[in-house]
Each structure stands twice: as structure tokens, then as C-alpha cells.
């Protein structure tokens, strides 16, 4: 795919205090602002993703030239690309890297891993670099959400899944959602919110630990827009996660 077809958005992630602690790039195609989820999974079937994927990160690096604000930012990688063509994609994402102060790759919860191996090379790719990764989606169910995984590949963030989180509250029963951010503790990494669409379900979620939070009740995905001079280091995280042990 070309990458001139693809117009990402970008959502803010605000911390405890209320403050834009990072921003997501959103895959969106030109002239459209919804998000194109049965392409993904389509091309994922097909093996496309990779094309995708890779016209993703430099379409949006692109724009983080253009912008000069260095947010810190995450995007998004299907399992299919990390095991096609995951050494291919960890040396396009320099071309971000280099106009963020902190990059985190969120891996997708809609392909399966199917080969640790290769999904560990990739970590072990990313962190060299100093990239963050994130699980995103986490819930109970699938392997994202399981404690074992989480402790077993160390994440840098844990994401919640929005539907698992309304669902917690609706049944006011966080027993689940506790277990996946007491695994997250226990890997020390932070934890994101999703979709948090009302104060309620900010406040819910705020109570049962998550660091951050995510969704339409707080910013609706946006143009990037530039980051003032003043904002450009607050925030609660380091700016690097580079480890040369791995």
C-alpha cells in the first residue's frame, strides 16, 4: 500500500494529573476518520499487514518531520509483520525514532504468536534501540492478558482492553481487571487505560491502578498537533529505555 493513502490521527494518553503524557498514531486512510479495523484484519489474513505496517511508520514519520513537536509516541504492529519481517520494520521505525523523545510499539492482539522465538529477537531488536513495547488490548482470555505472559516478556506498558474495562465496571466486579494490573506491577510496567469514553469509567479506572488513560471522555484522535517548548519533558516516564544487557 502506498503510504500517501494513509492520514494517521493521533489520540492523547494523559497521566494521573491530567497532563498529555503521550499520543497513539491511529491508522486512518485518506477522507476517512474511522478506523479501517476489518482492512487490518483482512490483510492480516492475507499477509498484506506488512505492506501496511511498514507504509504506517513512514507515513508517520513523515509528519513527525514535519510537525517538530518530539511527542512521546506509540504505534501500532501486527504479530504477522513481527514474524514476516520484524528486523525489516525495527530499522523503518529510526525514521520515527529520531522526532520522538520516547517510541513504543504496541503490539496487536489480533494475530496470534505463533513463534516466541521470533517474538523475543524483535523485543531484544526494540529495546537495543531504546524503543518501549506495550501489550495492547490485554484481557482475560487471550495470552495478552495472562499473567504468565506479561511477567514472562516484561513489557514496558500493559494496555487494557476497552471493552474488558466497561465490562468490569458495568459488572462492578474489577476481580479480573486487578490481576492483570497486579501482573503488570509485578513486571513494572505502567498500565493504560483504553477507551475510557466517561468520567465514571476514568474514575473506575484510576481506583483499580491504571497510570494512564485513554479515550474520547479525554482527547478524541487529532491531527498531531505541536507540542509547546515548555511541555516538551513533563511527564511521569524516562525518556529512554535503551538496555544493552538484552
Known amino acids: 500500500m502506498r503510504h500517501t493513502l494513509l492520514e494517521p490521527l493521533f489520540q492523547p494518553i494523559f497521566d494521573r494529573a491530567g497532563r498529555v503524557f503521550a499520543y497513539e498514531a491511529l ?14 484484519k483482512r490483510f492480516e489474513s492475507t499477509g498484506s499487514i506488512v505492506e501496511l505496517d511498514l507504509a504506517m511508520v513512514r507515513r508517520v514519520g513523515e509528519i513527525l518531520a514535519a510537525n517538530g513537536s518530539r ?8 504479530m504477522v509483520t513481527v514474524e514476516r519481517a520484524g528486523a525489516a520494520y525495527v530499522r523503518a521505525l529510526e525514521s520515527i525514532a529520531l522526532y520522538t523523545q520516547l517510541l513504543i510499539v504496541e503490539l ?15 523485543y531484544a531488536a526494540c529495546r537495543h534501540r531504546g524503543y518501549a513495547l506495550a501489550l495492547d488490548d490485554c484481557r482475560p482470555g487471550h495470552l495478552y492478558g ?12 500493559v494496555k487494557l482492553d476497552g471493552r474488558f474495562l466497561h465490562e468490569s465496571y458495568k459488572s462492578k466486579d474489577p476481580a479480573d481487571l486487578i490481576r492483570i494490573i497486579q501482573a503488570a506491577r509485578a513486571a513494572a510496567a505502567p498500565v ?29 484522535p487529532a491531527p498531531l498537533p505541536p507540542l509547546p517548548p515548555t511541555a516538551a519533558n513533563e511527564g511521569q516516564y524516562p525518556l529512554s529505555f535503551k538496555d544493552d544487557a538484552i
Do not use: M, W
Open 27 to 40: 491508522l486512518r486512510l485518506k477522507g476517512r476518520d474511522t478506523s479501517p479495523a476489518r482492512l487490518v
Open 71 to 78: 511527542p512521546r509516541l506509540s504505534i501500532n504492529v501486527s
Open 108 to 122: 496487536t492482539e489480533t494475530a496470534p504468536v505463533t513463534d516466541p522465538a521470533l517474538l523475543r529477537t524483535f
Open 146 to 157: 495472562s499473567p504468565l505472559f506479561i511477567c514472562s516478556l516484561q513489557p514496558q506498558f
Open 192 to 220: 493504560i487505560a483504553e477507551f475510557v469514553s466517561s468520567a465514571a469509567l476514568h474514575e473506575f479506572a484510576l481506583q483499580a491502578g491504571a497510570d494512564y488513560a485513554q479515550g474520547y471522555e479525554l482527547g478524541r
